[in-house]
Structures are given as structure tokens and as C-alpha cells.
């Protein structure tokens, strides 16, 4: 068990890393990696299953303790990433299959790498385990409700099937994960340590499969979709942490909602887009799950330096002349 909770540590903190390995080993190798296309839900039902294993009264204390910031980044994670969305779809004249992918991860819910990025960028972490287990709660309703404001447009949207697919994808398998830790605490608590190697698995198997599946499509719309993703993530980080600053948050707080908001459940908007539009809709959420691995390490990890050296500074001046 000690060796398992290692490797699984190891895999947690190399995320980005075997993410962009996997997904280039799907651009150059796409027939080992094309079958797992079918069992994209289910690579997502146990992430989520995981979750819910996870999930405990201390991740709701935010809530309790400070309901509007909480809100506050949940309604910030359902308005900025959608209208961003939808800007960069019409502001860049997005082909309609793109537009949709774009706009689909935009109307998920906050991704649970979000949390570990708040915590190493020294972040008010109890907030953004909140807004993103809120945010993933709500899923279900928001989410397909604000495809179909949006996304109808360009493409026929059903919003029951959505729905449908979010149940079974999201809600259900967390629920699960909940029962079974409910009755088998203590076996819970022994495996739990391997659930970042289950998570960096499954989401290493949904952008890869999503990759192979689309090589031809990459070579011509992989740069016009990148750049997409870079501004909407990026843009998706300032309005997050202005917004947080304008409502008078504190800084960690601020650091919280920003990271919140620009990363996504990347996962969910691919196995959404795989089942209910087109493979090229869902280019935009595996190469999204590739990126805000990378820019959000380096975001918190600026941040987690200008803490170090504020605090090396405050402690320097504190030394007698």
C-alpha cells in the first residue's frame, strides 16, 4: 500500500506532464489509442466516482462559514467561462463543430485539479474545494441549460440528453462514491490514497482517445484551436481573480476564484461532446485539459514565490539595523 500511495503521489504531481506525453503518444500512434473513445464516460464515472469517495463534511465548512464568496465563485464559474465562450466563438468567426467545443467546456463546471493548483499557489483552498464541489453538484442543470442558451446556434442542442449524460456521468458515480465510503469507511480511507494515479489515468485516457481520434483534424484546425484555448483559460484567470478583487475577497480567496473559474472540468465537456455533437468538438476540451495543466502550475507557481519572497522580506525587515 505504501508503494501504491508513492506512485500515486508521483502521478498527482506529475499531471501536466503525463497528460501532454499522452496526448502526443495519441497524435503520433492513433490506433493504440482509438478504442478508449467508446469508454470515454466511463473514464469519467470513475474520476467521479473517486470524487465522491473523497468528499467529506469539511468541504462544505466554507459554505457555512462564508456562503457569498462561495457564490460568489460559483455563479463566476457559470457566467465568465460561458460568455468568454461565446465571444470567442463569435469575435473569431469559430467553425460551428469548434464553436460548440468551445462553448461546451466553458459551460462545465470547475475541474478538482483547480483545488491542487489553489494549493500550491497558497490559495484559500477550503474555497475552491467548495466552488468546485458545488459547481460539479449543479452540473447536471447548469450546464446543459446554458449550452442550449448559448450553443444553439450552431448546432441542434438537447438539453434532455444532456442532462441524461451528466446524471450518469457526474452525479450518479459521485453518489456511488458516497454510499460506498458510507459503509466501508475504513477501506475507503486505506485506498484513497490512490486515487490521483486513478484520476491522472482516466484523464490521460480521455484526451489521448479524443487526440487519436482527431489527428487529421489537429493538422488543420489544431493551431486556430490551441489559440483558442490559451486566450479563453487565460482570459477565464483575470476576469476570475478582478472579479474577486472588485467584491473585496481577500488575496488567497482572490488566487482561489481565479484558478477556479480558468480551469475546467475538461473531462466531462470531452465525453459530452464525443456523445452528443462531433469528434472535432471535443478537440477543444482535451487540448484545454493539456494547457491549464501547464498554465495553471505556472500560475501558482509565481504566486507561491511572491508569497515565499514577501515573506522573506517581511522577515528581513522585522532583523534589528
Not at 69 to 82: D, E, F, K, R, S
Request: include cysteine.
Amino acid at each position: 500500500m505504501e508503494s501504491i500511495k508513492k506512485i500515486s503521489q508521483f502521478a498527482g504531481q506529475t499531471f501536466g506532464i503525463w497528460v501532454i506525453v499522452f496526448a502526443v503518444l495519441g497524435f503520433a500512434f492513433p490506433p493504440l489509442f482509438m478504442w478508449i473513445s467508446s469508454y470515454i464516460t466511463v473514464f469519467l464515472g470513475i474520476i467521479m466516482f473517486g470524487m465522491g469517495l473523497t468528499l467529506q463534511a469539511d468541504d462544505f465548512k466554507e459554505l457555512i462559514r462564508k456562503p457569498l464568496n462561495v457564490l460568489i465563485g460559483v455563479i463566476a464559474q457559470y457566467t465568465i467561462m460561458p460568455l468568454v465562450a461565446v465571444g470567442l466563438a463569435y469575435g473569431l468567426r469559430l467553425p460551428a463543430e469548434i464553436a460548440v467545443g468551445v462553448i461546451l467546456v466553458g459551460c462545465c463546471p470547475g475541474g478538482t485539479s483547480s483545488n491542487v493548483m489553489t494549493f500550491l499557489a497558497k490559495g484559500n483552498t477550503a474555497l475552491s474545494v467548495a466552488v468546485t464541489t458545488i459547481s460539479t453538484l449543479l452540473a447536471p442543470f447548469m450546464t446543459p441549460l446554458l449550452i442550449m442558451l448559448f450553443a444553439k446556434e450552431w448546432l441542434p442542442v438537447s438539453p434532455s440528453s444532456l442532462f441524461i449524460s451528466i446524471l450518469q456521468a457526474v452525479l450518479f458515480p459521485i453518489i456511488a462514491g458516497l454510499i460506498v465510503k458510507m459503509f466501508f469507511k475504513k477501506q475507503v480511507t486505506q485506498a484513497v490514497h490512490a486515487l490521483p494515479l486513478v484520476s491522472v489515468i482516466g484523464i490521460v485516457a480521455i484526451v489521448s482517445a479524443v487526440v487519436s481520434a482527431n489527428r487529421d483534424n489537429l493538422l488543420q484546425s489544431g493551431l486556430l484551436i490551441f489559440s483558442v484555448v490559451i486566450l479563453h483559460n487565460g482570459i477565464g484567470y483575470l476576469l476570475g481573480f478582478l472579479a474577486a478583487k472588485v467584491l473585496k475577497m481577500d488575496y488567497p480567496s482572490q488566487k482561489a476564484i481565479a484558478i477556479e473559474v480558468g480551469m475546467q472540468n475538461s473531462g466531462l465537456g470531452a465525453a459530452l461532446a464525443t456523445a452528443h455533437f462531433s469528434p472535432l468538438s471535443a478537440i477543444p476540451s482535451a487540448i484545454f485539459s493539456v494547457w491549464h495543466n501547464l498554465s495553471g502550475s505556472v500560475l501558482a507557481s509565481y504566486w507561491s514565490k511572491k508569497v515565499k519572497a514577501s515573506a522573506a522580506e517581511s522577515d528581513n525587515s522585522k532583523l534589528p539595523a
